[in-house]
Nanobody
Framework: VQLQASGGGLVQTGGSLRLSCRASGRTLSSYAMGWFRQAPGKEREYVAQISWSGYSTDYADSVKGRFTISRENAKNTMALQIDSLKPEDTAVYYC?????????????????WGQGTLVTVSS
């Protein structure tokens, strides 16, 4: 499966963006999906994940209440709705897939990655 992230851009503080991740080559329905981000000069950090069914979601504390992850298996897509953007949300956002959902293990075994989409939040 290949993943392609899109939807990034330049927004003002307090604005919103909707990132999308589209899969090709194989159905996403058997994978847990996630979003990560990497700010300039920082390590890649976990943002959110969603189970294969879409019923379970998990968020990093830094984005909880502002970000919403969702998926449409029939369309082989996943989305990240980002509201109340802050300058510290500026980063390249990556979508990823793995074959299990776990809130106790947020970082391991993400073996499929998209190419990233840049979100820049101006103050």
């Amino acid at each position: 499966v290949q993943l392609q992230a899109s939807g990034g851009g330049l927004v003002q503080t307090g604005g919103s963006l909707r990132l999308s991740c589209r899969a090709s080559g194989r159905t996403l329905s058997s994978y847990a999906m996630g979003w990560f981000r990497q700010a300039p000069g920082k390590e890649r950090e976990y943002v959110a994940q969603i189970s294969w069914s879409g019923y379970s979601t998990d968020y990093a504390d830094s984005v909880k209440g502002r970000f919403t992850i969702s998926r449409e298996n029939a369309k082989n897509t996943m989305a990240l709705q980002i509201d109340s953007l802050k300058p510290e949300d500026t980063a390249v956002y990556y979508c990823a897939a793995r074959n299990y959902y776990s809130t106790s293990d947020r970082r391991s075994s993400w073996n499929v990655w998209g190419q990233g989409t840049l979100v820049t939040v101006s103050s």
